[in-house]
């Protein structure tokens, strides 16, 4: 529980950016302005918390930021922040600066540095923004629906052009732990294989023989999504030619899938975390992580929540399995 009264908030981005993460800071920056709080915005991450990087997020400062990807407080990873050193560096910056509470938006990463700043007296919220939404304590994270949105506009115009010459198109999407996104995209692009990290791949049966079925079926062409983690889809490429005999053509999305306006799901859930992360601190509750679950907002604490891990949806997997299986 906090002992003083809240004249002053930080909030920061760090770790891997998403769409959406705009949204959240204003949110945050317009709900301290409401209650009569200074909102002072920290640029790249801990760093800018080390370095006194800041500047003051008054609610003019965030017009018009709602429909912007990225972060207009930049987002970096700060390997200084996880030494004793550099930690209490941030410590005595949130002392000099005057921050009552921290509202850091990212992953796992920095609900950690959150973790270490709450530890050494300073209240904290976590918001979860990652295209992955693999946190645990939360049903969703900021930026999931615009990535999945983005990827899906770009394999539809693949698809154009796999039809057209009769071709097989092996797409990579992001996920190195976690195939939330390219199990929802390949649902959504009516992939005929899908292949994630969190299960082991039998290639004959879960790609050769997909592609078979889908010739017999009538299908000219074929589109297979790989999750990164799962391996290099180039090699995945090189098996199938030599397989198949079918020369398919490579595409990894990369980082397009982190940028873009962010969709209404990512707004409004974005805006909603953010409100609700400054009026958690003014309850008094700190070292939190904000949550939605099941459409409502909640908060699950930081330390429990990064012993959590967000499964594959087992119903949301054997939905793709359904529908790449004829
Ligand atoms: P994400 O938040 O997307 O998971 P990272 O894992 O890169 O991203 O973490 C972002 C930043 O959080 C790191 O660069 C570091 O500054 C901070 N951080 C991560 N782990 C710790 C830790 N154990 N202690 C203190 N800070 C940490």
Redesign the pocket.
Same mark, same amino acid.
């Given at each position: 529980m906090l002992d003083k009264k809240i004249a002053r908030i930080g909030v920061l981005t760090? @770790?891997?950016d998403a769409p959406g993460m705009n949204a959240a800071i204003r949110a945050v920056a317009r709900t301290a302005a409401a209650h009569g709080i200074q909102c002072l915005g920290i640029r790249r991450?801990?760093?800018g918390l080390i370095n006194g990087d800041v500047t003051e997020l008054g609610p003019q400062n965030v017009a018009g930021i709602v429909t912007r990807g990225g972060t207009i407080l930049y987002t970096?990873?700060?390997?200084?922040?996880?030494t004793e050193a550099?930690?209490q560096k941030g410590v005595d910056s949130c002392r000099y600066l005057g921050i009552d509470g921290l509202v850091a938006i990212?992953?796992?990463?920095?609900?950690?540095?959150a973790?270490?700043l709450a530890a050494h007296g300073v209240p904290t919220i976590g918001v979860p @923004?990652?295209i992955d939404n693999d946190i645990g304590c939360t049903h969703y994270s900021i930026g999931f629906d615009t990535a999945c949105n983005t990827a899906i506009a770009c394999i539809d115009k693949l698809r154009d052009t796999m039809q057209s010459h009769e071709r097989c198109s092996v797409v990579e999407v992001m996920g190195r732990n976690a195939g939330h996104l390219a199990v929802y995209v390949g649902i959504a692009v009516g992939a005929t294989a899908i292949l994630v990290p969190e299960k082991e791949v039998e290639f004959e049966t879960d790609v050769i023989e997909k592609m078979r079925s889908a010739r017999i079926h009538g299908r000219n062409h074929s589109i297979i999504i790989v999750a990164e983690g799962v391996g290099r889809a180039t090699d995945i490429g090189h098996r199938i030619l030599e397989e198949t005999g079918m020369d398919p053509r490579v595409t990894i999305l990369g980082h397009i899938q982190r940028g873009g306006s962010p969709t209404a799901r990512d707004r409004v859930t974005a805006s909603r975390m953010g409100v609700y992360a400054v009026e958690t601190l003014l309850e008094g509750r700190s070292n939190r992580v904000v949550c939605i679950r099941n459409g409502e907002m909640c908060d699950h604490d930081i330390e429990e929540a990064l012993t959590m891990k967000r499964d594959l949806q087992e119903s949301m997997y054997r939905t793709a399995l359904a529908l790449t299986s004829v």
């Open positions: 760090s @770790g891997g991450g801990y760093n970096a990873r700060c390997p200084e922040f996880m550099g930690l990212g992953g796992d990463g920095t609900f950690r540095g973790l270490a @923004g990652t």
